[in-house]
Structure formats: structure tokens, C-alpha cells
């Protein structure tokens, strides 16, 4: 016989009545110890007994109310009910269960404080705090598994779906503080986070393009902002896929920046990189619901929805169609994705309903040449005549330009002449070497 089963309790009853007096920390200190040893009743060891308990309810006066929020909103939820556990001090909170003890997890909402919000745990709320009537809210979020779960007494059931509803409610709303923000889309750990970046600070002026570039991209803005509701009553659609083409180099992520700088704030602005376009590109769209209106940044964007023809992977393709232009119609969400190679891309993400704005950028040419130098030069305080310049360097793009103009600063400090300038141009020292690859 073991020494356990000598000690054995009957895992069925209740815990003893002196137990129940004792403050919460002691009593899940015992009870955790009991775990350890394996007498803990399994009964005890879950969110829904837990819930019984704090509410004084046996199982069947309980109900529940269930949901399966994508996980950005779930950690929205969980901040909502820190806030209010930080308003009250009759909150007490349980394990998630098998023993596990409560977690929080970081939350970067993008402020200058670290936030804490809770990710496995069942927490009691008494009358008067999340709601008027008494609730215990169970918050989950694994590998495998995400819900939002109210408990209430059975009699109360109506109320617990109200809570539930109203929690969805606030994370998808103004309590969201990833609203309205730029983001940059991530895969940590398998799952999708959204990091709060800087504002970019990037503006047109900065950015020397055709006159043309800028209309069509108003346009394609407009179709999201003022235009929308007539878009909306004609029955045309406001759901926008503006593709940006070019040689790398001509100024794409720049003006995908720019678009960021000048919509965030009325719009949630996500940057998603190839690796997570390709892995989860679906999951990303989904959380678009709660966000929206969203401007999704998709950079290099053939290296992910590759061409059939040259066997790509096609189920990311298949993803990618279904999320940008699924039988779920998304409503406000402009996708700007960017290609060096837009033969990379199937001709069925290109298709005028995907994208139907196609935007190429091309290399500037001597006037654009001449106004990319000038933007560089006079950022360090210089004024040239850089016409001889611009007729030296024939192929160039803005990003080569801002090289020259990087190297003569390298050789000659910030004050250097016309001419230094063109020898600098001219001896072509200042290509980046290997600089030729489609994808760079
Ligand atoms: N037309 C342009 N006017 C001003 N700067 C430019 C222009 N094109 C490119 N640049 C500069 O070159 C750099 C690289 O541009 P980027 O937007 O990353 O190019 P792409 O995404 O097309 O490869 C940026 O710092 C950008 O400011
Ligand atoms: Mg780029």
C-alpha cells in the first residue's frame, strides 16, 4: 500500500468548512499542495466548478455563455477585465484548470506603460463591478485553444449573455487600442501578434512621383473615406486591392508609408511582411473585423502569392484569393500590396475585383532625377545645380539616388560642390554591390 493511498481523501466532498474561512492566497496554497500530492479533487480543478463555487451555485443552477474571439481580440477582453479587476478589490480569480495557476500575459498597446492583461483564468466579478449581477468570467488562450466564457447562475442566464456580448462589444469598439494605429502584423510563437509602431513621419513632398501616381492613389483612398457611401448606395463595392509595381527601388514601401502616415488615426494601418502573409494570411484577415477600416500593407507580395504556371504554392494562393475576395465580403479594408515582379503573381490575384488598382512606379526619370537629388540635398542644408548630375546617372532609382548623395557625404562631409557630386555619381562607387536580384 502506498503512502498515498493510505492518506487518500474522498475527492468528491467538499472542502473542509475551515478552508472556506481562510483568505484566498492560503486557501490556494493548501489547495495546490494538495494537488501536488494527488489529493485534489478533480472536480475542484476547473473553471466551471471554480465558477459554481464563487457564485454559490452546484452545477446545474450554473449556466454559461461561450465564445471563440480571434486571439488579438481575446487580449483586448482580457485588458477590459484588468481594467475593471484595477477598479475593484473584491475580485478574486482561479486557475484555468489541471492544476495550472492563473497567467497574464504583456500586452504592447503601443503607450508608454507596460500592461499585464489576463490569458488563462476564471475570475469572479461580484454584483456591481463588470456588471450588475454577480458573474465569474473564464479567459483561455493556448496553442489550441481560445474562448471567453460567462459564467452566471442559471436564473441569470440572459445576463450572461449580455455580459459576453458587451465584452465583444467593447474590444471590438472604442476600447480597442490598437484602433486606428499602424501595426506591424508578426508571427510569435506560432500565433499572430500586432506590434503598435511609430507613426511614420513620411510625406508626399518627400517622396518625388508623376503627378498621375498621386491621383490614382487619391482615388483609391477616396473609395475608403468620402466616396464611400455613394460607392455603398450604388452598389459598387468600396472594398479596395491597390497594387504597387517597380524595379526595387522606385519609392513602393515609401509610399506605402506615406499612405500609412496620412490614413492612420481614421484607419488601422497593418504592416504584414512575406513570412506572415504566407503562413497565416487568413488569420490576418480575420482579425480585420474588430480593427476595421484597415489598410493592410502586404510587402513583396510575388514572393508569397507566387505565379501556377511556375508552380507555386498554391494553397497560398488559394488563402490569399479567399481572404482578399472570399464568399466572407470584407467591408472596408484596403489592401496595398507590392511587387518587384508582378509576372510572379497569378493572374487570378490580379483580376480587377482583387486589385483593382494596378500602379507602376516607374524609375524617375531627369526632371524626377534632378528632384530626388534636391530632396536629398537640401535635408543636409545644400542647393545645387544638379542637372549635369542627373544627365550623368540615366537608369537610376530614387533609392540610388539617395546613395549618391549618402556617398558624397561619406567622402566630403556635408558640404561639397556640383562637381564633387558628379564624380561621385560618375565613378558609380556608390552602387551597393549584389544590388541586382529581383527581390532586394
Ligand atoms: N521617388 C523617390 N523619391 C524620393 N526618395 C525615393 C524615391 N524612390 C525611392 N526613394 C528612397 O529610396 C529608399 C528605398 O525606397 P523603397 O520605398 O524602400 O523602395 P522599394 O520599396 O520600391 O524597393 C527610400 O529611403 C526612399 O525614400
Ligand atoms: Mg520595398
Known amino acids: 500500500m502506498t503512502s498515498s493511498t493510505a492518506l487518500s481523501l474522498d475527492t468528491s466532498q467538499q472542502p473542509p468548512a475551515w478552508m472556506a474561512d481562510l483568505p484566498y492566497g492560503s486557501r490556494e496554497t493548501i489547495q495546490a499542495i494538495a494537488r501536488l500530492l494527488g489529493h485534489a479533487s478533480r472536480e475542484r480543478d476547473n473553471p466551471a466548478s471554480w465558477a459554481g463555487r464563487a457564485l454559490g451555485a452546484s452545477r446545474d443552477e450554473l449556466a454559461s455563455a461561450d465564445s471563440r474571439p480571434t486571439r488579438t481580440l481575446l487580449r483586448v477582453a482580457g485588458l477590459i477585465l484588468g481594467n475593471t479587476m484595477a477598479r475593484h478589490d473584491d475580485i478574486t480569480i482561479g486557475g484555468p484548470g489541471h492544476g495550472d495557476p492563473p497567467m497574464w500575459a504583456p500586452f504592447d498597446a ?158 488601422t494601418v497593418i504592416f504584414a511582411d512575406a513570412a506572415t502573409v504566407a503562413t497565416d494570411v487568413l488569420a490576418l484577415y480575420d482579425e480585420l473585423d474588430h480593427l476595421g477600416p484597415a489598410v493592410v500593407v502586404l510587402e513583396d507580395i510575388d514572393l508569397v502569392v507566387g505565379n501556377r504556371q511556375q508552380h507555386a504554392r498554391t494553397r497560398t494562393l488559394a488563402d490569399f484569393l479567399a481572404a482578399v475576395d472570399g464568399a466572407k465580403r470584407r467591408r472596408d479594408v484596403l489592401t496595398v500590396a507590392t511587387t518587384n515582379n508582378p509576372r510572379g503573381i497569378d493572374p487570378a490575384a490580379q483580376r480587377s475585383a482583387r486589385f483593382d488598382t494596378i500602379l507602376t512606379l516607374p524609375a524617375p526619370d531627369e526632371a524626377g532625377r534632378a528632384a530626388i537629388l534636391g530632396r536629398y540635398l537640401d535635408s543636409i542644408g545644400l542647393d545645387l545645380d544638379v542637372g549635369r548630375v542627373a544627365r550623368a546617372v540615366p537608369d537610376v532609382t530614387g533609392a540610388d539616388l539617395r546613395e549618391i548623395v549618402r556617398r558624397a557625404v561619406l567622402e566630403h562631409g556635408d558640404s561639397f560642390t556640383a562637381d564633387d557630386l558628379h564624380a561621385v555619381a560618375a565613378s558609380g562607387r556608390w552602387k551597393t554591390r549584389g544590388n541586382t536580384g529581383q527581390y532586394l
Open 110 to 267: 503601443g503607450g508608454a506603460e507596460a500592461l499585464s492583461v489576463p490569458v488563462r483564468m476564471v475570475i469572479h466579478f461580484p454584483a456591481g463591478t463588470l456588471a450588475s449581477v454577480d458573474a465569474c468570467v473564464s479567459i483561455f488562450d493556448d496553442a489550441f485553444d481560445q474562448h471567453l466564457r460567462v459564467y452566471t447562475l442559471r436564473s441569470e442566464q440572459g445576463a450572461g449573455v449580455e455580459i459576453l456580448q458587451g465584452l465583444l462589444d467593447r474590444a471590438a469598439g472604442e476600447d480597442n487600442p490598437l484602433r486606428g494605429r499602424v501595426l506591424q502584423a508578426k508571427l510569435a510563437s506560432n500565433s499572430l501578434t500586432f506590434t503598435p509602431l511609430p507613426l511614420p513621419v513620411d510625406q508626399r513632398e518627400q517622396l518625388i512621383l508623376p503627378e498621375a501616381i498621386w491621383r490614382e492613389l487619391d482615388l483609391c483612398v477616396a473609395s475608403m473615406t468620402h466616396r464611400r457611401a455613394t460607392l455603398d448606395r450604388l452598389g459598387l463595392g468600396t472594398t479596395r486591392g491597390l497594387l504597387l509595381v517597380g524595379q526595387p527601388g522606385v519609392g513602393k514601401t515609401n509610399l506605402a508609408r506615406v499612405l500609412a502616415a496620412e490614413l492612420a488615426g481614421r484607419f
